[in-house]
């Protein structure tokens, strides 16, 4: 059974950038995609992103254009979220989930907080 | 952008209740991309449902997804303690994808 395990929560200032892993175990990525959502405290979830590998572009939300980069590392099984320019608005728990049946495999979340 | 409007906002039952969740999309959505999650504190979300109907691997069957037309629902036949927390709908066959604000359930 695949999981998903994420790297853990990070402290950022604002301006900077953010890069957050999945790593996927007890398989691969190779023929699913993966997307990454986000959830802001006490809000609901939101689409970032995602990929299928085997298709090589991301496809982004437009709010996210720009300063998004979604990536996969096929030889280690490791989805890879960077995103920068951080502002306080970008405090959220960040998810990657496995795209099969819709999103049916979800990591165990990052918490990425933006302060000054 | 496709907008899903989940009603109720917060849905207050008893165990043993029937729970009714609906999510209504601002224009058509196929059903094969239309899923619902369940969220509780400080956890990941839940996949329960895709396509509209299925239920994923090792839901009970006392969760239960339809449609009509733009209309989703998620129905919980007979509440269980566990069962309370967010149900959040999402459609996938669009990009972007989109979820809806969430429905609360919780225990009366």
């Known amino acids: 059974q695949v999981q998903l395990v994420q790297s853990g929560g990070e402290v950022k200032k604002p301006g900077s950038s953010v890069k957050v892993s999945c790593k996927a175990s007890?398989?691969?990525?190779?023929?699913?995609?993966i997307g990454w959502v986000r959830q802001a405290p006490g809000h609901g979830l939101e689409w970032m992103g995602g990929?299928?590998?085997?298709?090589?572009?991301?496809n982004y939300a437009q709010k996210f254009q720009g300063r998004l980069t979604i990536t996969v590392d096929k030889s280690t099984s490791t989805a890879y979220m960077e995103l920068t320019s951080l502002t306080s608005d970008d405090t959220a728990v960040y998810y990657c989930?496995?795209?099969?049946?819709?999103?049916?495999?979800w990591g165990q979340g990052t918490m990425v907080t933006v302060s000054s | 952008e496709i907008v899903l409007t989940q009603s109720p906002g917060t849905l207050s039952l008893s165990p043993g209740e029937r729970a009714t969740l609906s999510c209504r999309a601002s224009?058509?959505?196929?059903?094969?991309?239309l899923a619902w999650y369940q969220q509780k504190p400080g956890q990941a979300p839940r996949l329960l449902i895709y396509?509209?109907?299925r239920r994923a691997t090792g839901i009970p069957d006392r969760f239960s997804g339809s449609e009509s037309g733009t209309d989703f629902t998620l129905t919980i036949s007979r509440l269980e303690p566990e069962d309370f927390a967010v149900y959040y709908c999402?459609?996938?066959?669009?990009?972007?994808?989109?979820f809806g604000q969430g429905t609360k359930v919780e225990i009366k």
């Open positions: 989930a496995r795209i099969l049946r819709a999103f049916d495999i």
């Open positions: 007890g398989g691969t990525f190779s023929s699913s995609a």
């Open positions: 990929i299928i590998p085997v298709f090589g572009p991301a």
């Open positions: 224009q058509s959505v196929s059903s094969t991309y």
């Open positions: 396509g509209a109907s």
């Open positions: 999402q459609q996938y066959g669009a990009s972007p994808a989109t």
